[in-house]
């Protein structure tokens, strides 16, 4: 049976970026989404929700997170979902779902934020997706091209 563990969000975050660093030196980043649905109902009304998502980003993308963001900036995310489980002080056992972020898009342009989006050169890991920038692309001119 095929399966599929893929998320989608944008949101504002809801509080600062909190890095912290894993014994053996990885960064891990832990940021909060909040993303908001409006609809009308039956009557015409207008009526809104908000989700509130964990979400986490390892390595590079957690230190460039980490640096460019602050609470109630734009964000969007991909990634999967990911089950914690662990037990409480009182012994009750707890769950809670987060996003482990695989990829994101800042999406404040630079005079939004006065923050610049992290380019592919500015990450150490090749295998981490890139950190996309919101502007429109810019016309490549022949001397751009390696080869």
Same mark, same amino acid.
């Given at each position: 049976?095929? $399966?599929?563990?893929?998320?989608?969000?944008?949101? $504002?975050? /809801?509080?600062?970026?909190?890095?912290?660093?894993? *014994?053996?030196? /990885?960064?891990?980043?832990?940021?909060?989404? #909040?993303? $908001?649905?409006?609809?009308? $109902?039956?009557?015409?009304? /207008?009526?809104?929700? /908000?989700?509130?998502?964990?979400?986490?980003?390892?390595?590079?993308? #957690?230190?460039? %997170?980490?640096?460019?963001?602050?609470?109630?900036?734009?964000?969007?995310?991909?990634?999967?979902?990911?089950?914690?489980?662990?037990?409480?002080?009182?012994?009750?056992?707890?769950?809670?779902?987060?996003?482990?972020?695989?990829?994101?898009?800042?999406?404040?342009?630079?005079?939004?934020?006065?923050?610049? *989006? #992290?380019?592919?050169?500015?990450?150490?890991?090749?295998?981490?997706?890139? #950190?996309?920038?919101?502007? *429109? @692309? @810019?016309?490549? =001119? =022949?001397? =751009? %091209? *390696?080869?």
């Amino acid at each position: 049976m095929p $399966n599929l563990n893929r998320v989608m969000l944008m949101g $504002n975050l /809801t509080r600062d970026p909190e890095l912290r660093y894993t *014994p053996n030196n /990885t960064a891990v980043t832990s940021v909060s989404l #909040a993303a $908001n649905r409006r609809w009308r $109902n039956q009557q015409g009304e /207008t009526q809104e929700e /908000t989700t509130f998502v964990d979400c986490e980003a390892w390595g590079r993308q #957690a230190e460039v %997170i980490n640096e460019y963001m602050r609470k109630g900036r734009p964000l969007y995310v991909e990634g999967r979902l990911r089950l914690d489980q662990w037990q409480d002080r009182d012994g009750n056992k707890r769950s809670k779902l987060k996003v482990v972020v695989e990829n994101f898009q800042f999406l404040e342009s630079r005079g939004d934020s006065g923050a610049r *989006p #992290a380019a592919a050169s500015d990450r150490s890991e090749a295998s981490e997706p890139a #950190a996309t920038n919101s502007e *429109p @692309h @810019h016309a490549v =001119d =022949d001397q =751009d %091209i *390696p080869f």
